[in-house]
């Protein structure tokens, strides 16, 4: 089996939740056999990126090209890429990425972009189109109405939204949903619509099995949070309250802040100022992907305050797969379908959504006991192996693109 993927940009230079499950999956496909080939039509997003990675290339025993040959780099660059210059762009790149693809491939696989939405519009209504087309989806299309953004992002977010709805979601042949709650909301929509699967969280669980020394501006012990710099996302806010409270009773503990620049991010800056909190608690901005496991493994606690919201509701949290990989134990907020997986005091430390005194309750928990702490962290990593392995969620992946190529699959759910 041949699968062709477009998408907007190469996997193995990005450090997002998004990469990582991109990476999980197609290289678990991989070494499951099969034939993959990257069509990237977003461009070059750094100038290392440019000079390390040819136009055309194989990595991994991966196929890949950039249709997008163009270097979008720097803040102005980027946000009128975003905003206008794609739009001059797309025209010439759909039609190369609908001439790339032809019949020599079984399954064409695309991002949840509008870019690809149309292209797979445009591409089912070839009439020698003889191949499955799939997609791959772990949230809501519309949680830019509930996080920061101006108005641009708000009207694109609403408008890729609409287009996929009415347009693109009848012409896709199979949708492999992160949650049972994606499941549930794809489920109500009418024929025609494609099969469902669904196909939970992912982690490589080889990267975090290798011993690791910390980072040398990581000073142990400490506490480390990975994710994005947002409130409304992952509760960041919370997390420097609810230190506050432990920071004197457990004095030799830092807490790290591992993620890239957002519009919370000033906000967070001044309440570590506010709470007396300079030199306790960092910001250390985002890193490569391969430095992450350094970072997580060395932490004695690991820390999630996601609030409730709809995009926890809808998705899973990346990094938890990630965190109960390293077994250290985690605390993490009740919300979404986590409950499903780990068990408080087995697998992981609950505390409530939106409660500092929950959430601090939980750190200090784990802080005042390390080794029964170790014990749920090892109990985590099992649960890890058992539900998130990329092995076994690549091989479920294989199964079902089996039965779509061969038009006999079922909903599975």
């Known amino acids: 089996m041949k699968i062709v993927i477009l998408i907007t940009s190469n996997p193995w230079r990005q450090s997002s939740a998004s990469a990582n499950r991109w990476l999980t999956l197609i290289e678990g496909l991989k070494k499951l056999g099969l034939e993959v080939e990257l069509l990237i039509y977003g461009g070059y997003q750094t100038i290392d990126e440019k000079n390390v990675c040819p136009p055309h290339g194989l990595y991994k025993g991966i196929k890949y090209e950039y249709l997008n040959q163009k270097l979008i780099e720097g803040y102005w660059k980027t946000r009128f890429h975003i905003y206008i210059g794609h739009i001059i762009a797309n ?40 191949f499955k087309l799939f997609l791959e989806m772990s949230e809501f299309l519309d949680i830019h109405q509930y996080n920061k953004g101006n108005f641009l992002q708000r009207w694109q977010g609403n408008k890729r939204q609409r287009y996929f709805e009415k347009k693109a979601l009848p ?23 494609p099969k469902l699967l669904h196909l939970p969280m992912t982690v490589d669980l080889e990267r975090f099995n ?61 309440l570590i100022k506010e709470l007396g909190l300079d ?14 496991p350094a970072i997580i493994k060395n932490a004695d606690l690991l820390v999630l305050p996601r609030p409730n919201s709809k995009q926890a509701q ?37 505390a409530e ?9 939980s750190m200090e928990r ?41 038009q006999e699959a079922i909903n599975i759910q």
């Open 171 to 193: 012409v896709y042949d199979g949708l492999a949903l992160m949650t049972n709650t994606l499941i549930k909301h794809y489920t109500s929509f009418p024929e025609p619509k």
């Open 366 to 406: 784990a802080l005042s006991d390390l080794k029964f702490a170790k014990k749920v962290g090892n109990n985590g990593r099992i649960v890890a192996e058992r539900e998130f392995n990329k092995d076994i969620q690549a091989k479920k992946l294989l199964d079902f693109l089996l039965e779509l190529q061969s």
């Open 353 to 361: 959504p939106g409660s500092v005194k929950s959430f601090t309750e």
């Open 314 to 350: 809808g998705g899973f949290p990346t990094k938890l797969g990630e965190y109960l990989a390293t077994g250290n134990p985690v605390c993490c907020t009740m919300v979404g379908e986590i409950q499903n997986y780990l068990l408080d005091n087995k697998s992981a430390y609950f």
């Open 91 to 130: 025209k010439r790149i759909l039609n190369l990425a609908l001439n790339r693809v032809g019949n020599s491939q079984d399954i064409v696989w695309t991002d949840i972009s509008i870019f690809s939405f149309k292209f797979s519009v445009k591409l089912k209504a070839k009439k020698n189109a003889d």
């Open 279 to 292: 030199g306790r608690v960092e910001w250390k901005g985002e890193f490569q992907r391969d430095l992450i």
């Open 210 to 270: 290798k011993h690791t020394d910390p980072l040398p501006d990581f000073k142990k012990p400490y506490i480390a949070f990975v994710g994005v710099m947002n409130d409304a996302k992952d509760g960041v806010s919370l997390l420097i309250k609810s230190f506050k409270e432990i920071a004197n009773k457990f004095s030799n503990y830092n807490l790290y802040l591992i993620g890239g620049w957002n519009y919370d991010t000033p906000i967070h800056l001044n």
